[in-house]
């Protein structure tokens, strides 16, 4: 069974900066498009970045541009997510999910139990 | 950018009953569409891709159907364990990834 452990999670300060990482296993992990999905809360899901297997693409939504950066270790089948300048507005849990192997096959069909990150003063 | 509109937000159904979940799309995106569950306090699990396929494990009673621009997620007959939160999501063209804005069912 695919399992997915995100870590990295928790309180930072406005324009700070959090490094957030998901442990896979059961799977070949270089393989596979690996993304970001976090959920406000009270709120729904929404996208925030994908990786190709190979990592050489990369995609995000508007709103992280330019301040997150999304990357994978495939020798160590660990994704990463580094977010800087955080905005109260990032606060969410943030999931690690595992697509498909091609961008034809963009349903998520794992995810982690997600990592709480908090943005405040 | 696509738009993914999930109705009704909120479903109130009866245990036994079935519930009819609608999710339409601004522009057509053939039929790449899933469907998740959601539990409080729980990551989503994967119930339909494709629009109509069954992931690994989710039982008959959820059904999805559609193409273009309208989809339809079906429980035939709600369980207590199916009072969750649901949310659509494209795939057709991407990025970005778009989610609806979720269905809750509750229990009337």
């Known amino acids: 069974e695919v399992q997915l452990l995100e870590s990295g999670g928790g309180l930072a300060h406005p324009g700070g900066s959090l490094r957030l990482s998901c442990a896979a296993s059961?799977?070949?992990?270089?393989?596979?498009?690996m993304t970001w999905v976090r959920q406000a809360p009270g709120k729904g899901l929404e996208w925030v970045s994908s990786?190709?297997?190979?990592?050489?693409?990369?995609y995000y939504v508007d709103s992280v541009k330019g301040r997150f950066t999304i990357s994978r270790d495939n020798s160590k089948s660990t994704l990463f997510l580094q977010m800087n300048s955080l905005r109260a507005d990032d606060t969410a849990v943030y999931y690690c999910?595992?697509?498909?192997?091609?961008?034809?096959?963009?349903?998520?069909?794992?995810w982690g139990q997600g990592t709480q990150v908090t943005v405040s003063s | 950018e696509i738009v993914m509109t999930q109705s009704p937000a909120t479903l109130s159904v009866y245990p036994g009953e079935r519930a009819t979940l609608s999710c339409r799309a601004s522009?057509?995106?053939?039929?790449?569409l899933a469907w998740y569950q959601q539990k409080p306090g729980q990551a989503p699990r994967l119930l339909i891709y494709?629009?109509?396929t069954r992931a690994t494990g989710i039982p008959a009673r959820f059904s999805g159907s559609g193409s273009g621009t309208e989809f339809t997620l079906t429980i035939s007959s709600l369980q207590s364990e199916d009072f969750a939160n649901y949310y659509c999501?494209?795939?057709?063209?991407?990025?970005?990834?778009?989610f609806g804005g979720g269905t809750k069912v509750e229990i009337k």
């Open positions: 999910a595992k697509l498909g192997s091609r961008p034809s096959e963009g349903w998520f069909d794992s």
């Open positions: 059961e799977f070949i992990f270089s393989r596979y498009i």
């Open positions: 990786i190709s297997g190979t990592g050489l693409s990369r």
């Open positions: 522009q057509s995106i053939g039929r790449s």
């Open positions: 494709g629009a109509s």
């Open positions: 999501q494209q795939y057709n063209n991407w990025p970005p990834l778009i």
